[in-house]
């Protein structure tokens, strides 16, 4: 990183460093092991028990908590960010990962005392795990209006009737929690308003685990992205969070700053990449001359910096903004980044494999996944297009004068 970042958070960068070297990089394919043992891939990695314990024990735990929480500013927290983009696994290491921390943030801000005892504590010591379902199978999702799974009261229960899909952490045996978002107001002429969202313990009569879904062949075990039915979940009125029809704006106040933790981490991922590619370049020989003697090869490497610094540099514009006025104030620049990192770390992804020949396609190098995560995250949290649309639509009543 070229940005100065504030002293406690250089400590803990120059400390999160350490513990990469020390115990995540020589465990990866350790990590892949063990996973691959497992009974039910959906199980508790025993390694990641152990590192989490030593995370723990070095103080480099729940690095995400927002600075009105006693945290890190958003600022402060990317470049701890980036680092963990490295290793697809190890966010959960520092309990860090998607998409925890986005509904550790969804307690803080609108959960009743109640709520939290029963489920942000345990979430903040890494005991559980939690899911976030919004997106369906049979509308499109991007238009998060469209959503039709129902919640509707019945005395003192809602009741909960859909289908939803690319729930990720469903799978994983230490999931407990699902917060679900679903219509409880379809006629309400305000589609903002129609929305609620409710609490929906996992092994709650009529929640139906349908299957683990794949991105590329990936089934991102053992967090899992799941198909789920709600038959008839019964859940009692108290599970409702905020209110009925506050759905809509719990999700805006949940995702903005879940789209730029993505982005942060998918800078870590390129930036290995172009690591990788480097080394590569002066280990290979092709028609008499190393790779990097080759001249398309440096302009590619050339263009994997330019592309990553451009990226990490609005990055940090977008946490700073979103540090001073707040993630709502600063939708542009998160949609910016939206629109920009995540497409940026599959090109030079794409790039770098290239460079490892066949060899980058396969598990012996982290580059398919890295990819195969930065695509999705094309989709994840609103696509391209919305926030493209959103983006234009705002500047243009911005410069226009409406």
């Keep these: 990183m070229h940005t100065a970042i504030h002293q406690d958070a250089k400590a803990l960068k120059a400390q999160l460093l350490a513990f990469m070297d020390k115990y995540i990089y020589p465990n990866e394919e350790h990590y892949h092991e063990q996973l691959r043992a497992l009974p039910n891939r959906f199980s508790t990695v025993p390694l990641m028990e152990e590192l989490k314990e030593k995370a723990r024990e070095e103080g480099l735990w729940n690095l995400f908590m927002p600075a009105n929480h006693g945290g890190l500013s958003n600022e402060d927290y990317a470049p701890l960010a980036e680092i963990m983009g490295r290793v697809g696994w190890c966010p959960e290491v520092f309990n ?24 942000l504590e345990p979430l903040l010591r890494g005991e559980i795990r939690s899911s976030y379902a919004m997106t369906e199978p049979d509308v499109a999702s991007s238009d998060a209006t469209n959503v039709q799974t129902s919640i509707l009261r019945d005395g003192d229960h809602y009741v909960v009737n859909g289908r939803k899909w690319f729930i990720t952490n469903a799978m994983y045996e230490r999931t407990k929690i699902i917060i679900v978002m679903g ?11 129609q929305q609620s969202q409710i609490l929906v313990p996992k092994d709650t009569p009529g929640v139906k685990l349908v299957r683990p879904l794949t991105t590329f062949g990936y089934d991102d075990a053992p967090l899992g992205h799941a198909e ?26 949940r995702l903005g700053p879940g789209r ?4 942060m981490r998918l800078i ?9 590619a480097c080394r590569r370049a002066v280990s290979r020989t092709t028609f008499g001359r190393k790779l990097a003697e080759h001249q398309s090869v440096r302009e590619d490497i050339a263009k994997c910096f330019c592309e990553i ?25 998160i949609a910016a980044a939206k629109i920009t990192v995540p497409l940026m770390a599959q090109t030079v992804i794409d790039r770098c494999m ?17 990819w195969s995560y930065a695509r999705w ?24 004068g409406g």
């Design 377 to 400: 995250c094309r989709q994840a949290d609103g696509p391209d297009q919305v926030h493209m649309m959103a983006l234009g639509k705002q500047l243009i009543s911005e410069y226009a």
């Design 354 to 370: 290239q460079i490892h020949g066949a060899g980058g396609f396969t598990a012996d190098y982290f580059m398919a996944e890295a």
């Design 309 to 333: 610094e451009q990226a990490r540099l609005l990055t940090l514009a977008t946490a700073r903004k979103m540090d001073e006025v707040g993630p709502k104030d600063a939708r542009d620049m």
């Design 183 to 193: 219509k409880s107001d379809p006629d309400n002429p305000n589609r903002h308003l």
């Design 96 to 119: 860090c990962n998607a998409p925890d921390t986005g509904n550790m943030e969804v307690f803080m801000k609108y959960g009743t005392p109640e709520q939290q005892k029963q489920w």
């Design 228 to 253: 789920i039915v709600f038959d008839n979940v019964r859940v009692p009125k108290e599970n409702i969070l905020l209110g009925e029809g506050r759905g809509f704006e719990i999700a805006q106040g």
């Design 268 to 276: 870590g991922a390129a930036q290995r990449a172009l690591e990788y």
């Design 260 to 263: 730029i933790h993505h982005c």
